[in-house]
């Protein structure tokens, strides 16, 4: 059983088009993040749901859109793609305590074109 | 804010080689220390995690140890293999238990046979 689990895997599109990236975890877990890798690897934080609830938010801009439906799902749409957009996302979850590590999804690999 | 500065790499061993990645962070109070580690095409993995002063993290012949007086969280392993190939991630948990990971910047290592 898949515990991060992530749709699609690859996504290729054109500039200015409107995409979903899907996020699911098994694990029961409270705490739900969108994290994005850059081209050198970089990882930074974009987005954190605990229980449906948007908690983090950081400088991302406004065409990224998270949407959680349930504790178990975090989804992430994005509009209107920039050629910058181009990354891999990744998404995580975690139980609600300081000392538990992230457990994390496969990654979606973007390429705007 | 806080931040994680890791070894710039890339980093190239032959097999059996003793390996040391330096990380080092700046962080208010003491968050939890992680190692993921990410291989080619793949998500992340956590490899070790060290939740307070002096505890020593390890998993897989990897070791790190939490050094409050240095600020440091440096990996180390005494004889890599071929397998050990990949990006490795320090990383902090940012405020408290719903925090997103702080990561520092990868450190790429090859092992040769």
């Known amino acids: 059983d898949t515990a991060v689990s992530q749709t699609p895997k690859y996504l290729v599109t054109q500039m200015g088009n409107d995409k979903s990236i899907k996020c699911e975890q098994n694990l029961g877990h409270d705490t739900m993040y969108w994290y994005k890798q850059d081209s050198k690897k970089f990882l930074k934080i974009m987005f954190s749901y605990n229980n449906k609830e948007l908690i983090i938010n950081e400088t991302v801009p406004n065409r990224f859109s998270p949407k959680s439906p349930d504790k178990a799902h975090l989804n992430l749409h994005i509009n209107s793609l920039e050629l910058g957009d181009s990354a891999v996302y990744f998404c995580?979850?975690?139980?609600?305590?300081?000392?538990?590590?992230?457990?994390f999804g496969p990654g979606t690999r973007l390429t705007v074109l | 804010g806080n931040s994680v500065t890791q070894m710039e790499g890339p980093v190239t061993l032959s097999e059996e080689a003793f390996l040391t990645i330096n990380c080092t962070y700046t962080a208010t109070g003491y968050p939890s220390l992680f190692w993921y580690v990410q291989y080619p095409g793949e998500g992340l993995q956590l490899l070790l995690k060290a939740t307070k002063a002096d505890d020593k993290g390890s998993n897989k012949g990897f070791e790190a140890t939490y050094r409050k007086e240095t600020t440091s969280f440096h990996l180390e392993k005494g004889s890599v293999q071929v397998s050990d190939s990949a990006v490795y991630f320090c990383?902090?948990?940012?405020?408290?238990?719903?925090?997103?990971?702080?990561f520092g910047k990868g450190t790429k290592l090859s092992v040769k046979p």
């Open positions: 990383a902090l948990r940012n405020g408290g238990s719903q925090g997103n990971l702080i």
């Open positions: 995580a979850s975690s139980p609600g305590n300081m000392a538990n590590e992230q457990f």
